[in-house]
């Protein structure tokens, strides 16, 4: 029998072109576009395009805190969650310089995680300056208006839960982390698998 030839990696520059950007601009077209078509003022987040009926509507709410809505309409939240992203994007820079991200699978995690990290930082640094109330307004009252845009909007009949609305950087951040988890779990048995053999 021939020895397992090695997969080929790719290399970290074409999954910034080819995955990255693309979804990176998927993600900021899709809020822009969600922002100029859900015009203030949409009253309790009533105004909604039906996809599914009581499945799957697209309507425009603003997030300043994370996942599931946690700290928003807080004060501290816009000023504590821009900060998250910087770390997390040092953090990330670190890890692909110690080479912490193996293999295709984890590489396509760092895509995916940039792209949403990225795409709801844009956000935060974007979209409270373009509100009408914060017209002329510094740039500190600016950045504390940021928020984060969010329309993708589910619901589970069975238990009647109307799931926290997220956007398409969200998405790229859970499927990487759960790519990170899934790769992790593989090499963990890859390296059980040599242990047992050795």
């Given at each position: 029998?021939?020895?397992?030839?090695?997969?080929?990696?790719?290399?970290?520059?074409?999954?910034?072109?080819?995955?990255?950007?693309?979804?990176?601009?998927?993600?900021?077209?899709t809020k822009f576009w969600v922002?100029?078509?859900?015009v203030p003022?949409?009253?309790?987040?009533?105004?909604?395009?039906?996809?599914?009926?009581?499945?799957?509507n697209l309507r425009r709410v603003h997030n300043q805190g994370v996942a599931f809505g946690?700290?928003?309409?807080?004060?501290?939240?816009?000023?504590?969650?821009?900060?998250?992203?910087?770390i997390a994007l040092t953090l990330i820079t670190w890890g692909v310089r110690r080479k912490f991200f193996a293999g295709n699978g984890?590489?396509?995690?760092?895509?995916?995680?940039?792209?949403?990290?990225?795409g709801n930082l844009t956000d935060r640094l974007v979209q409270g300056s373009l509100?009408?109330?914060?017209?002329?307004?510094?740039?500190?009252?600016?950045?504390?208006a940021g928020y984060v845009v969010d329309f993708l909007d589910f619901t589970i009949p069975v238990v009647n839960y109307n799931w926290p609305s997220f956007n398409v950087a969200d998405s790229c951040i859970c499927v990487a982390a759960a790519l990170?988890?899934?790769?992790?779990?593989?090499?963990?048995?890859?390296?059980?698998?040599?242990?047992?053999?050795?």
């Open positions: 029998m021939e020895p397992d030839k090695e997969k080929k990696e790719w290399p970290l520059w074409w999954i910034l072109l080819g995955v990255t950007l693309p979804l990176y601009v998927l993600d900021q077209w922002v100029k078509r859900f003022p949409w009253i309790d987040h009533e105004d909604k395009i039906v996809v599914i009926e009581n499945y799957f946690f700290g928003n309409g807080s004060d501290w939240a816009p000023v504590v969650f821009l900060a998250v992203p910087v984890g590489k396509f995690a760092v895509g995916l995680l940039l792209c949403g990290i990225l509100l009408v109330e914060m017209k002329g307004a510094p740039l500190w009252e600016r950045l504390k990170l988890f899934f790769t992790g779990m593989k090499a963990d048995l890859k390296s059980a698998g040599e242990k047992k053999k050795a």
